[in-house]
Structures are given as C-alpha cells and as structure tokens.
C-alpha cells in the first residue's frame, strides 16, 4: 500500500470534518455480526473520557443506513462519520487517519484484512477474540484482543490505546514488524 503523504492525511481529516479528533475505524462489510452495535454502545461508554472521538465506518453508506437508529438510541450519531465506500488513496487516507483500528466481529472471522491493513499502515488493532483475529492481533504486542460482546473490556482496551500516543506508536510498529518479517 502506498502511505499517503501529511498534505493527503491532512485533507482527508478536513474532508470528513476529523481535524483534532481521535479517530476508530470500522470497516468491511457493515453488517450485525461485525459488531456494529457494540461499537456504538463502547463509544457511547468512551465519549464521556474523549468528547472528540470520532468513529469513521468505513463500508457502503447504505449499510450504514440499517445501524443509524440503533446509533441514536445509544446517543452516539453525532461520533459516526460514514465514509461510504472508499478505494485507492481515499482508503490509504482513511488507514492513516485512523488511530486504533477496530475488528469488534461476533462471528467466527478469518484472520481479517482490516487487521492485516491496519498493520501495514502502523496502526494498532482492538479486535475480537472470535475466530482467527487472535493469530494476526497479539495481545498486548501489536493491540489488544477482547470478546466484542463485554463492552466495557474491548472500551477500557480502546481506552488505553486513545490515552497513550506512545502506546499506540509502539503497538502500530509492532504490527508492521510482524507483517513484513
């Protein structure tokens, strides 16, 4: 993947209205056994900590559609900015204007791209402990893995990564060791 440079991040961030925002990333298909509804209930437990979260969904908008009523039931619209469906440079975009990457599924997955992407671009994952997610995310190596349906865990690991720049600088590069050794 190519790393886009500050200039394209920068835009982006402006494009989406992210400038001076801490942002999670969802993506892939947007659907129920993704986690969708977890990650609205774990924003709406991490905004009091950071009122500038802001969770970007990054998947076709009209999958988004469906969880809109569930994101205002929770009280957490105003944190969702839906990307739409992005490719190319806008995704590269995306990745690096991310600062955890989330993999919340409560599905049996595979390994997960969104976790082999976020690696590529030094990003640290929380993810779920369903599936194959646990031989790609290391705990406590390069992010954390936790079971989607405990809120309050996979929040306080989202946490740890949002309060602690150094944390997720360290946990990014890890991932991208592992990736390209």
């Not at 992407?117 to 646990?134: D, H, L, Q």
Request: negative net charge.
């Amino acid at each position: 993947a190519t790393i886009p440079d500050d200039a394209e991040v920068a835009a982006f961030r402006e494009r989406f209205d992210l400038v001076g925002k801490l942002t999670v990333a969802i993506g892939g298909r947007l659907h129920e056994l993704k986690g969708v509804r977890q990650v609205f209930e774990m924003l709406a437990l991490l905004r009091g900590e950071f009122p500038e979260i802001r969770m970007l969904a990054l998947g076709k908008e009209e999958a988004y559609a469906g969880f809109e009523a569930y994101a205002q039931e929770v009280g957490v619209q105003d944190l969702v900015v839906s990307t739409g469906w992005l490719d190319g440079a806008d995704l590269h975009c995306a990745m690096a204007a991310t600062d955890v990457m989330l993999t919340p599924s409560t599905c049996f997955e595979t390994f997960g791209m969104m976790n082999l992407e976020a690696m590529e671009f030094r990003r640290p994952v929380v993810a779920t402990s369903f599936g194959g997610c646990p031989e790609v995310v290391r705990d406590g190596v390069n992010g954390f893995v936790a079971n989607p349906y405990d809120v309050e865990a996979f929040a306080e690991r989202i946490a740890r990564l949002l309060r602690d720049p150094e944390l997720r600088a360290e946990m990014g590069d890890a991932g991208h060791k592992l990736l390209n050794d």
